[in-house]
């Protein structure tokens, strides 16, 4: 077979994360803080990154909350807000891991619709005005993971304006709004929502992560929010882990306080420019068919091929693997629908690979219609 | 006041962590393998360290998973195998977090006497012939925390037994066996209970922490066990927080495997002997009355005070703190008695300290009786 290429997987290829720098941000953790990277510490986390990440948002530390990557923030926040049969609104399509956490708390998911500006307004609208009242709506507003897209600032607004008409809370789940590559960022939800001269939000609760600014291995994310809220994960952090790692976020703090770090992160936020334009080129050119929004910072890209014409995206991933190439079916981020789509990961695929790659995709693609 | 001298925590000083060594670890993992380090790992743990932990226990690598710090592994087991309602066996005293996770799931939890051999198996036999059908088991075999005791072989393989006749999973959590400074290591329940020519436990869960040979702050243990238990709680790890921290898992991995580790393990069992044999003879000269197990490793001793005499934990506990001392009243590890019992950790005091701090315990202690 020939070489594998994968773009199924959201990650970063090992040659753009600056392990120099994480090793002596380790050096740097162990002599400056001794008793504090090798003893227990609290569920609040390490207590220098915790005041880093409140500094970086403007907040009180009692706002934050740093866990063990954010995957564990959202596992806590669902413990602690989402019951069996809560209606929760998450964006269609979206992060399959999120839908899995929902649902195996039993929750009640209404997926609306993800258009090339964020979350259907308009669709969650209806459904409020029809009676649903949901506990959580779950919204990844920058570089949506699998769909690309990212909430527009009207539509921020908007939505802030629903919660707090209709008393849900809203989870801004942020992990690529750092590797943002073109065009301009907006504000957060978390920061739109504090009222005139406050820094606490209302009904937003925020969650962001290192793992696409420095590594995933380090499994370093946070949350932040309301004190009182970000108080009673703490408690529920304390139960289950006494701690996330004390050594992991010592060496994230040392790395990416020193100096090395913004030229680290332009040289990720590079790289993964540079493969989503080439990885643009090559669908545009090998499969012309395909429609996608170039992406403007992030991981992923989201292909749809036209409908009705008989695309199952189960067998272009079966044709793809036959030809080294791994994708991920848009079945798998919707309860229903996206036979006609797959997502595609430019973060660990060098560009070199990228034409290569999208060019056994496209015959894949004409393979499985056949 | 006077300097504070604490024996509530649980923790080793920072003085007795091979600091240096850990660093060394550090920059070796990254160098060694920076993609393995840096990436995504998965809910198993970190291979070399997965294998490593195999390796010493003689179990295939599916028989074990490594978790951030080992409550996250009890965390992990009591959600895989206790329901709202299912009976739930603990000695009596036990760790006062073990009881809350287990209160917090709803287990019907049934204390069982601690004696100096380690649980009472006559009143357990006789809860089980009363017709008590437990799920789980909980005994922590060594240097029990708090009691101090470590159970027999003889009551472990009598704990088996009865494992095996009445169709329950002993939980066996261990975390101080490696910090044994006298006397003679007894095998684990976990190899007492695979059949002849298998290393497979029937009904034997085993967890266990490096947070007391290397040092709290990497937050890493681990679970052993039957494959299909351990495939069950993988895919619940894996839907929390897809991986523990690759960083601190590496980390651990290159210490403990070093030629550094042997002596700097007996450096921590070093200290601990002589801060347990200091606070044996302080007790003797300042406390007469007091009655304990002059501990074998681990970290704690168990203190009663003769009962009927009026003693009361929380009194002493608050007139121990007026003078500068800190313990754990006894009733935090009971859900009824204790009030003439106290915990000392001796593992975060320093030897020089420890005359001086059971002298003003001992003042406490009469002042909170007049």
């Given at each position: 077979?020939?070489d594998?290429i994968?773009?199924?997987r959201?990650?970063?290829?090992?040659d753009i994360?600056?392990?120099e720098?994480?090793?002596?941000?380790?050096?740097?953790?162990?002599e400056?803080?001794?008793?504090?990277v090798?003893?227990?510490g609290?569920?609040?986390?390490?207590?220098?990154?915790?005041?880093?990440?409140?500094?970086?948002?403007?907040?009180?530390e009692?706002h934050?909350?740093?866990?063990n990557g954010?995957?564990?923030?959202?596992?806590?926040?669902?413990?602690?807000?989402?019951?069996k049969?809560?209606a929760?609104?998450?964006?269609?399509?979206?992060?399959?891991r999120?839908?899995?956490g929902?649902?195996?708390?039993?929750?009640?998911?209404?997926?609306?619709?993800?258009?090339?500006d964020?979350?259907?307004?308009?669709?969650l609208?209806?459904?409020l005005?029809?009676g649903?009242?949901?506990t959580?709506?779950?919204v990844i507003p920058?570089?949506q993971?699998?769909?690309?897209?990212?909430?527009?600032l009207?539509?921020?607004r908007?939505l802030?304006?629903?919660a707090e008409q209709?008393?849900f809370?809203?989870f801004e789940?942020?992990?690529?709004?750092?590797?943002?590559?073109?065009g301009?960022?907006?504000?957060?939800?978390?920061?739109?929502d504090?009222?005139?001269?406050?820094t606490?939000?209302?009904?937003v609760v925020?969650?962001?992560?290192?793992s696409?600014?420095v590594?995933?291995?380090?499994r370093?994310g946070?949350?932040?929010?309301?004190?009182?809220?970000?108080?009673?994960?703490?408690?529920?952090?304390?139960?289950?882990?006494?701690?996330?790692?004390?050594?992991?976020?010592?060496?994230?703090?040392?790395?990416?306080?020193?100096?090395?770090?913004?030229a680290?992160?332009?040289?990720?936020k590079?790289?993964l420019?540079e493969?989503?334009?080439t990885?643009?080129?090559?669908?545009r050119?090998h499969?012309p068919?395909?429609?996608?929004?170039?992406p403007?910072?992030g991981?992923f890209?989201?292909?749809?091929l036209?409908?009705?014409?008989?695309?199952?995206?189960?067998?272009?991933?079966?044709?793809?693997a036959?030809?080294g190439?791994q994708i991920?079916?848009?079945?798998?981020?919707l309860?229903?629908?996206?036979?006609?789509?797959?997502?595609?990961?430019?973060?660990?695929?060098?560009?070199?690979?990228?034409d290569?790659?999208?060019?056994?995709?496209?015959?894949?693609?004409?393979?499985?219609?056949?």
């Open positions: 077979m020939a594998s994968s773009f199924s959201g990650a970063p290829s090992a994360v600056d392990v720098g994480l090793k002596q941000a380790a050096v740097r953790a162990f400056n803080d001794p008793a504090g090798t003893g227990y609290t569920a609040i986390g390490y207590v220098p990154l915790r005041r880093l990440i409140a500094d970086k948002h403007g907040v009180p009692d934050v909350l740093v866990t954010s995957m564990q923030a959202d596992a806590f926040l669902f413990d602690e807000v989402v019951g049969g809560d929760v609104v998450t964006e269609r399509p979206t992060y399959d999120t839908l899995l929902l649902r195996e708390r039993g929750a009640d998911v209404h997926l609306v619709g993800l258009q090339e964020g979350i259907d307004i308009d669709e609208r209806g459904l005005e029809g649903l009242r949901p959580l709506a779950h920058n570089f993971n699998p769909g690309g897209s990212t909430l527009s009207e539509k921020r908007a802030l304006a629903l209709y008393g809370l809203i789940d942020d992990p690529y709004v750092d590797v943002r590559f073109t301009e960022s907006l504000p957060r939800m978390l920061e739109l504090a009222p005139e001269g406050s606490t939000p209302k009904n925020y969650a962001c992560s290192f696409k600014t590594c995933p291995g380090v370093v946070y949350l932040v929010g309301n004190p009182e809220l970000i108080a009673k994960i703490q408690r529920r952090a304390t139960n289950t882990y006494i701690s996330p790692s004390q050594v992991s976020q010592a060496i994230v703090y040392e790395f990416v306080s020193s100096d090395r770090f913004p680290a992160l332009q040289n990720v590079d790289a420019a493969r989503a334009g990885l643009g080129t090559a669908l050119e499969l068919e395909a429609t996608f929004v170039q403007e910072g991981y890209l989201w292909v749809s036209p409908e009705g014409k008989g695309h199952d995206c189960a067998k272009i991933a079966k044709e793809a036959d030809r190439v991920v079916k848009g079945t798998d981020f309860i229903e629908g996206g036979e006609n789509a797959f997502r595609l990961a430019y973060s660990a695929v060098k560009a070199e690979q990228i290569e790659g999208v060019r056994r995709l496209a015959e894949a693609v004409h393979a499985a219609k056949g």
